[in-house]
């Protein structure tokens, strides 16, 4: 074999905050006990295989730049495996417990049914073995069901049912695979369940037909016995005009009308959240709220950029509220942290991608510390706790537990007078302590 | 009683095409046949009393410049009148069928409970025999549970019961009042359901308040014998940082949450559909796809400003897409198209008035006459169906008809060697067909 | 030679707005007169090389769909003869004036500053025997100084002088070739003029590179005796992060800065100028008071989607109103309407290359008519005129002839007791004018 | 006098970073040195007098929340005095060095010119006084000349020449008071000079009238021995659709235009630059660039809001980023950062007002120490330096230097037969170092 790519660069260790050395962790220390368990049991951080080992840096303005070089010539079994072993290279240097992947990032190219669920098979095995030998695991695993053109016009949404059926070869394998590789999740991204074109479009029909495909999923799940959780992963659009699974409130509503609420949860991404009008946090919030939280896809936008530009987290207050709403919902079970993210088209040696992968986990763990503090202090959860005290007692207690109705509650205003004082919310001062703890 | 305001302003009459008089209708001949009923018929317009009647040009950098007679003084029970005068001669000049409006938008101001029910009561008498006397009739109508201080932290999601209950005052008797005006529907907008400040914010249970409350109000309509139509509006926020009734597709989440998606049904407003990042024809497809389309609020935003400027429509285009997808879903039932819109800040005299609404009103019409034409012929609809043609047998229907599991349809995908063909979506031929029809 | 991917596509004539023929012009009848010259004459249509001919329908998410035949194989001079065939045959068969182009689209693939001129030299040979045996012409050339790796960083604002030498080159040899086709304008888009991380980038210097790199072209126009029209492209962003010719008025700004303001004139796109916040008749008539309006590039963007999407234009109020103010400046001079737009995606066949092209040029022709009709009854230019009639003599007079100072002003509004009375803008009859002539 | 509505608030003093007294700096220190001068001289520190002592809580939706006995009854002199001693009391205790007002803000009602010259003197005398007596400064007067109805349509750009008098009378009294109360600049923001609607709007003669009223302004400020500087503020639109002084480049153009780029700098706005779509360090920067960088309004919006929200900055990367920028153009001469920012309209007791204003200025100071030591470690400004030496010699000097031609620059990339190597820009390392400085 040949020397790595990332031959020059050393394993990535826990320094301390004072460490001058670009090449180290100031806050990830992965074993380091927070609320009762590790670092890194609590973070649970996977490296992508697709922006990090499949993109050659290409926009659509300009041909890659990266010049890597598993991506000269065809994407051969060889090639695969020349990428492969640099993944693994990749991910044992930075000490990361997990990475995802699609199933044609990894495998060679195949245009034919036959030859895809042979190539697929072909490197799992190798997968299988790395993963052996390094220890590193599978946080989840997904199926491209978008890049190839047949997929132009959708996967389980298109208008010709054959290509529902690629699609439905494609997940059900990259599924087996997952769970052959221990994986501790299956994702779907619908980046072509969508529209272009409202006008050539039955929106109905194709919601029915992405109802049926997940339910088909979640059966196929079952019947294999994987044990590992379905995740969908919300997008308002890009590269659809509109895309099904806009959002946590929109996936919740699509799962309630399949009845699949129980059965599948999603994966957050933070540029998906706020390309849809959303901030991050509240996308964790409201998953939580509504019982469907799962993962994560830690990669930001750009605040002055309509598209997705999947950079690396560096807002260390957006990433602590992220945090400080994940650990209020319990912390994550099978999901983690996965760095869905890019270094930019400029930044084109291999030291960019550790300073991309290093940046984000520091700042990530430096942010689990300020939200756990903030838990443990509790002053959040106390003032809201006492701002709804209300609701506990009398009129508002009957209103929830359906003692009173309409007329009753109207009734009780007359006779009570009512006239509620205002109550400052103190979203300044609630701000100010939420600074005081970014640090 | 004094001269009206609008004394100089003729009734707005149909003139046809051709007229050049600006106080005539071009388009909308309200007794026109058009797929089997009278434009009048199909197209419901009214009138919404806050724009045009209570609203006195203020914005927040700048105070009222309208002027108009009925603001000068206190809000007692004679200027009400005086407001409900001017406000039914603009309906019958300008002849449009219906009016909509809030409680407070027509009685006397009032602080207390009681003073609330009791000046309600007073005014409702009053607009019950303008309605007999000029047979404009009421589409709906709505509480206003946004204005008051009382309401800054919200109506039924508030964190003090008691302001929830004063809301619940208003819409039970706003309610009542509908009912006994014979409204046709009972709208409600959250304007601040929803928080300024997630930090101070619960919101799981604030979701939980408001599903309780639209429950109290569904109950309430069953117990009074109301038979119109509960309608919510979606907003994805302001005057709040973020509304819970955010788009269609959340508040269908919300309905299946609380197990009213077959009670209620939405208000969809422009304006709001492109706050929230959709067309305002994929609100009214999506909700009709969905089983929940009821009325519609039409007024613009603008394209480069970020907040609701509630404008009269003028884009053909965009009003002819809106009106096929209302026409393709069979038409509005209870519903109907409520000008939700302001003249703007310097359009200051009563003529302003009329220019927005025969504007509008005139733009709606044409827009129908286009929509009709594009559904008689049917181009779009058969091309639509021809595209999906393939899901009505083979592997397709075993898909739909839960014939075929994941495993049986990727087994079908490799024993056929399945190759699907790229089929053109020939969006630029149907945009082709639109335009021609957008005249 | 093989036969024309564009065979069966008939040659699209003028038929009359009931023509049902789908490759007709309903309205763009080349030969009419209007306001004194031909349609041709005044909307100049043309056809852009790179989106039609160049790009194979990839986008970031996925592979090219298009499956051109002169995409097969490598980009040789053989190929680029074949490409030249083909876009020919297009340009004739849909009947426009002219065409643009960048030196990458239509020459043979070159590495090394020698190939580069060599191969271009060798097309243009054979452009200028392809325009002299159709009689298309060319409206503008341009160089790609952003496509290539080389670029990542920038052409003329590149850290490294070397790839600034090697933009100046293809500028140089670009323009050349312009110049020697007959072309009208050379246009510069700068889209990698501009930083994608502020940190890195010494903004001052790179507005100076720009500078001066502008300053070197306009000088070498005049050395080469190129009498046509220099023109800039603004854009916000994308590629970029931040472009430096964001809108309109920062170009007119950094012209100024550089002198170069009677130089240089702007090419305005419609996508850019909604990416960047404006209407695009802002930008339109804003280049127009600033003397700066050049040419047109009419491709619109998604109203809820915030990329470049380049499609053709389809809204004829919008494109009425753009007319309207071009009409009002006075016209093109050498500039004209080039389709800077891409066919969707799923729009695969050569046919949809034709219904994108013939409904962006019939959209166009119809809005010219549109637009006509409002400058000869001259409505809106008479009420603006009235409207600041008062500035004309008194106090407004003295103030703009520099006659009156500040303080003299200020003793004028004491002195007088002035009270100005509130005139209404009249914003709504405007709009139903407008929407009048929008047929 | 009655006792103040700040009584039971302490004067709020530095205490350190583990201060646990939510009225307490733990970062201003105004009497520390930092590069050579105290926190205080660099910060400049202003209070601004509308948004904390004249806004009573209403929005569109809504009406005012806050209850302020200085708003209850008339604004008579009385009044403007009972706010004027509250508005001291709040800066005294708050212990910042300046505020900023506009005219209204201060005074008694006017209608009429001669009322409006005889309130305002009668209210300067006090505030003079007050000034004395505190030790409080004046940053900058401005005056509002766009929340009267006579403003609708704009001030200067007003189609009535008289409603341009009276913004002259307001200018003129407001810049002579200003300079009396020995303010160190004064501001004009152009919130109506704009457009509601192109079609009625001559925009060239509306910027020739604004060009004309700044160049009085100038020459008003000469005439009166004004020494302070003449500041403009930036902003896209809201309340109009658009406004003339867009942003910073707009401006830049607009000053060119008129020859006043030596006489004028701008105010830049953190809220004002995101809706302009630019970051608030770009703007900080392109100023400086541009040469015309004066002061700051530190005031945020809400990055999923599409309008000015207004509130207190708690971006602790973002204000570093600014801070820097600041830094690193030499910071402020005559300018500061004033605080035009609104405490939430549910934040409504006299505490609120305080943690709004001590969480903005500690986020600050806590900023500007994190930039002056990334200034005194010179890191990036030294990547840039090296990225960019290769212009200081060879080709590089001889473009900038003018010593090349296009056709010279041509002929050396052929002749030397350049391969320009690509070189990473080092974002990703850039922005792990500036998130270390982020603390």
């Known amino acids: 074999m040949t020397a790595s790519y990332f031959a020059d660069i050393p394993k990535v260790e826990f320094k301390g905050p004072d460490s001058e050395d670009p090449f180290s962790y100031r806050y990830y220390d992965r074993s380091q006990i927070v609320l009762g368990k590790t670092m890194e049991e609590h973070l649970r951080f996977a490296v992508c295989y697709w922006h990090t080992f499949c993109w050659d840096g290409f926009d659509v303005f300009g041909a890659g730049t990266f010049n890597r070089p598993w991506h000269a010539g065809d994407l051969d079994q060889a090639a695969a495996e020349r990428k492969l072993d640099e993944a693994f290279a990749f991910f044992t240097r930075l000490g990361v417990p997990y990475f995802c992947f699609h199933d044609v990032d990894v495998m060679a190219a195949a245009e034919t049914p036959a030859d895809h669920v042979r190539h697929l098979s072909a490197i799992v095995d190798k997968i299988a073995d790395k993963m052996a030998e390094t220890g590193v695991n599978l946080l989840w695993g997904t199926a491209n069901v978008f890049s190839h053109p047949r997929y132009m016009a959708g996967g389980a949404t298109n208008p010709d049912p054959d290509v529902a059926a690629f699609a439905a070869l494609q997940v059900a394998h990259a599924m087996e695979a997952t769970h052959k590789l221990n994986g501790e999740n299956y994702v779907l991204w619908g980046g072509r369940e969508g529209y272009d074109c409202l006008l050539n479009t039955d929106m109905r029909r194709e919601l029915d037909q992405l109802g049926r495909f997940l339910t088909m999923v979640v059966e196929h799940k079952h019947k294999i016995g994987f044990e590992g959780t379905i995740l969908i992963e919300p997008k308002p659009h890009e590269p659809t005009k509109h895309q099904y699974d806009t959002d946590v409130a ?109 940046g984000a986990i520091d700042l990530t763990a430096r942010a689990f510390l300020n939200a756990a503090a903030m838990l443990e202090d509790n002053v959040i959860s106390q003032f809201v706790e006492d701002r709804y005290a209300g609701w506990k007692t009398g009129i508002g207690a009957q209103m929830l537990g359906r003692d009173a109705s309409l007329a009753d509650v109207a009734a009780y205003a007359v006779d009570q007078n009512i006239q509620p004082a205002l109550k400052s919310g103190r979203q300044e001062w609630l701000e100010n302590y939420l600074t005081r703890h970014v640090k």
Do not use: C
Not at 266 to 274: D, L, P
Not at 321 to 327: F, K, S
């Open 250 to 358: 929109t996936v919740y509503g699509f799962l309630k009308r399949y009845g699949l609420e129980n059965e599948v949860r999603v994966n957050i991404e933070a540029n998906h959240a706020t390309l849809a009008g959303h901030s991050f946090e509240h996308e964790i919030a409201l998953a939580s709220d509504l019982g469907i939280f799962g993962s994560v896809d830690m990669n930001r936008g750009d605040p002055q950029n309509g598209w997705d530009t999947d950079q690396f987290p560096n807002d260390l207050r957006e990433i602590t509220l992220a945090l400080y709403y994940i650990l209020k919902s319990g912390g994550f079970t099978t999901g983690g942290f996965n760095f869905d993210a890019k270094v930019r088209r400029q930044s084109i040696d291999a030291e960019d991608l550790f300073h991309g992968h290093i």
